[in-house]
């Protein structure tokens, strides 16, 4: 799910205009509106660009989710806890996730740190259980990243009526995370980005909708160490405007009244698809870039 505010004009238009999630898989997809009626259009997203990246490791992921929804789970209310497993752990106020790996491009700051690890949160005598596992942080650039994680889980609303409306969906886009906001420091080839700015995204209400697509996580706090061939300096700030490569995509629309919005909705998702792809590999000292 990619947004759920969307309206028609009078003349029964509506646009979309944004980014399909890095974490889609090369291969054929559809997208679709669905309302009062459901229109789709079938697009193929091309293998990505090879990008070549210093490895990261000993990553840490330290991260509240949100303190709100802890303390509605520990409360009065739901009566409830909340367990970890795996590479997770709490401390108060956090969670924190280790033994983070991946890979990053030095030119553009683009790249993946990937951890294991599970956080269970239960109440309401069991109506309430809720996990986040195995959070992915995709950096699109030095100054913007997302959290995709695997969500499991139902309603606030549901568990305290007593009803079930749990729902499991793998490796969500679900926290925007703002880099430029937080607080990078290195010690040596350890990289600290503290304080991060943190919001939910669309498809993370759409999973989550206990708030509001945009809604104030609470902050998150990256650690990782840059292989010590990589400079773990921040990469320059690119330019406003860059001229991208032209993508080849093939496309077949299952409806002519797409065809106003298919070029936008096509470009968003070649875009992501150049950012999917990454390959870690240590590169040797005054070996070519």
Same mark, same amino acid.
Request: hydrophobic share 40%; aromatic share 6%.
């Given at each position: 799910?990619?947004?759920?505010?969307?309206?028609?004009?009078?003349?029964?238009?509506?646009?979309?205009?944004?980014?399909?999630?890095?974490?889609?898989?090369?291969?054929?997809?559809?997208?679709?509106?669905?309302?009062?009626?459901?229109?789709?259009?079938?697009?193929?997203?091309?293998?990505?660009?090879?990008?070549?990246?210093?490895?990261?490791?000993?990553?840490?992921?330290?991260?509240?989710?949100?303190?709100?929804?802890?303390?509605?789970?520990?409360?009065?209310?739901?009566?409830?806890?909340?367990?970890?497993?795996?590479? /997770?752990?709490?401390? #108060?106020?956090?969670?924190?996730? +280790?033994?983070?790996?991946?890979?990053? $491009?030095?030119? @553009?700051? !683009? %790249?993946?740190?990937?951890?294991?690890?599970?956080?269970?949160?239960?109440?309401?005598?069991?109506?309430?259980?809720?996990?986040?596992?195995?959070?992915?942080?995709?950096?699109?650039?030095?100054?913007?990243?997302?959290?995709?994680?695997?969500?499991?889980?139902?309603?606030?609303?549901?568990?305290?009526?007593?009803?079930?409306?749990?729902?499991?969906?793998?490796?969500?886009?679900?926290?925007?995370?703002?880099?430029? /906001?937080?607080?990078? #420091?290195?010690?040596?080839?350890? +990289?600290?980005?503290?304080?991060?700015? $943190?919001?939910? @995204?669309? !498809? %993370?209400?759409?999973?989550?909708?206990?708030?509001?697509?945009?809604?104030?996580?609470?902050?998150?706090?990256?650690?990782?160490?840059?292989?010590?061939?990589?400079?773990?300096?921040?990469?320059?700030?690119?330019?406003?405007?860059?001229?991208?490569?032209?993508?080849?995509?093939?496309?077949?629309?299952?409806?002519?009244?797409?065809?106003?919005?298919?070029?936008?909705?096509?470009?968003?998702?070649?875009?992501?698809?150049?950012?999917?792809?990454?390959?870690?590999?240590?590169?040797?000292?005054?070996?070519?870039?």
């Amino acid at each position: 799910v990619l947004t759920q505010d969307l309206t028609a004009d009078a003349s029964g238009k509506a646009t979309w205009t944004g980014k399909i999630p890095a974490t889609v898989e090369p291969g054929e997809h559809t997208l679709t509106f669905q309302g009062s009626v459901n229109r789709g259009v079938v697009f193929e997203i091309g293998a990505a660009e090879e990008i070549v990246g210093c490895e990261l490791s000993d990553g840490s992921l330290d991260w509240g989710f949100k303190e709100s929804f802890r303390a509605y789970v520990s409360g009065s209310i739901a009566n409830g806890d909340w367990t970890t497993a795996g590479n /997770a752990s709490y401390e #108060t106020p956090q969670f924190r996730w +280790v033994k983070g790996e991946g890979a990053r $491009a030095e030119d @553009t700051g !683009a %790249g993946r740190l990937e951890f294991t690890g599970e956080v269970n949160f239960s109440g309401h005598s069991g109506a309430l259980d809720t996990s986040i596992a195995n959070p992915i942080v995709t950096f699109e650039d030095e100054h913007t990243a997302v959290i995709s994680l695997d969500y499991a889980g139902s309603t606030m609303d549901a568990a305290m009526a007593g009803k079930d409306d749990r729902s499991e969906q793998a490796d969500i886009p679900f926290a925007d995370l703002d880099l430029a /906001a937080g607080n990078r #420091t290195t010690d040596g080839q350890t +990289v600290t980005i503290a304080d991060i700015p $943190a919001t939910l @995204t669309a !498809a %993370g209400n759409a999973a989550f909708p206990n708030y509001e697509a945009g809604a104030a996580l609470d902050p998150v706090t990256l650690t990782f160490t840059v292989a010590t061939e990589c400079d773990t300096a921040a990469a320059p700030t690119p330019p406003e405007e860059q001229i991208l490569p032209t993508p080849t995509t093939s496309s077949k629309a299952t409806d002519s009244s797409l065809l106003p919005w298919l070029g936008g909705a096509l470009i968003g998702a070649v875009l992501a698809a150049l950012a999917t792809a990454l390959i870690m590999r240590r590169r040797n000292p005054g070996a070519p870039a």
